[in-house]
């Protein structure tokens, strides 16, 4: 279903979207989705120039009564538009939802068009401004309000709603850093630590360098005591064999020679 900034379910201010064109500075401008019934409303935002544009939030649920505000920005360009025409479009498709669903809750197939969930759809077009054709617009957030006029009481309503839609982005803002702290802590939980096996490795090394301390630290065990020569001197030394005077000694043997024959 489509429907020109206005449907069953939500209602979008402005129903275009208008950038101041600047060479080399990126634009932004916001968009206003007011939930207008008594149900969880989930939005997602879409475009035909994904690498241009940086939508924040590009997907959320509003909660009955209430609004939330899309801060469209256009990345800064390098390069004027033939004529200053733009073709690029947007699109923002809306659905029922349970109560109670916070965003990383929605299902992938949410905004599938085959699934049985029924889908609603704005489409918005796109206008490139120059900043002397702006004229003494203001708020470029909120440039095509039908209530807008040139009374002081439609400027204080103007800078009202901006102030307004500041908080909202504030809590929003303030939402998608919860949820991602909560998707992070999850991720942590799921796994080992790595701060834990940080302090296991750091209190090993700490254990081996006190270990290696203590070792060498230890008293050397003493030398084996030196041996004093004097001890030496106590111990006589062998005296020699003593040979008796009176015992006779053997004649040495003498050769015969025979006188007759002249022989031995």
């Known amino acids: 279903m489509t429907a020109d900034g206005n449907n069953q379910l939500i209602s979008v201010q402005p129903?275009?979207?208008?950038?101041?064109?600047?060479?080399?500075k990126p634009s932004f401008c916001d968009l206003k989705v007011v939930n207008n019934t008594e149900h969880h409303v989930a939005f997602k935002v879409k475009t035909t120039s994904p690498k241009k544009y940086f939508v924040r939030p590009n997907t959320g649920v509003v909660q009955p009564w209430d609004s939330s505000v899309i801060r469209?920005?256009?990345q800064a360009q390098r390069e004027y538009p033939p004529d200053m025409q733009c073709k690029d479009k947007f699109l923002l498709q809306?659905?029922?939802?349970?109560?109670?669903?916070?965003?990383?809750?929605?299902?992938?197939?949410?905004?599938?068009?085959?699934s049985t969930r029924e889908i609603q759809e704005c489409?918005?077009?796109?206008?490139?401004v120059t900043p002397s054709s702006r004229g003494n617009s203001e708020d470029e957030g909120f440039k095509n309000y039908p209530e807008q006029g040139a009374d002081?009481?439609?400027?204080?309503?103007?800078?009202?709603?901006?102030?307004?839609?500041?908080?909202?982005?504030?809590?929003?803002?303030?939402?998608?850093?919860d949820f991602l702290k909560r998707?992070?802590?999850?991720?942590n939980g799921s796994g080992f630590p790595l701060i834990f096996a940080v302090v296991v490795g750091l209190?090993?090394?700490?254990?081996?360098f006190l270990l290696n301390?203590?070792?060498?630290?230890?008293?050397?065990?003493?030398?084996?005591?030196?041996?004093d020569s004097s001890t030496f001197e106590h111990f006589p030394s062998p005296a020699p064999p003593s040979v008796d005077s009176s015992t006779p000694l053997p004649p040495p043997a003498s050769s015969s020679v025979d006188s007759s024959t002249g022989e031995i």
């Open 72 to 74: 469209v920005t256009l």
């Open 15 to 24: 129903n275009a979207l208008k950038f101041v064109f600047e060479l080399e």
């Open 152 to 177: 002081s009481n439609s400027t204080v309503q103007h800078l009202k709603e901006e102030r307004d839609a500041a908080v909202r982005q504030t809590l929003q803002l303030q939402q998608e850093l």
């Open 183 to 187: 998707r992070r802590q999850r991720r």
């Open 203 to 208: 209190i090993g090394i700490l254990a081996g």
């Open 213 to 227: 301390v203590s070792l060498s630290s230890s008293p050397l065990p003493p030398p084996p005591a030196s041996v």
């Open 94 to 114: 809306s659905t029922v939802v349970p109560s109670n669903t916070d965003v990383d809750d929605l299902p992938a197939d949410t905004f599938n068009k085959e």
């Open 123 to 128: 489409k918005l077009k796109v206008f490139y």
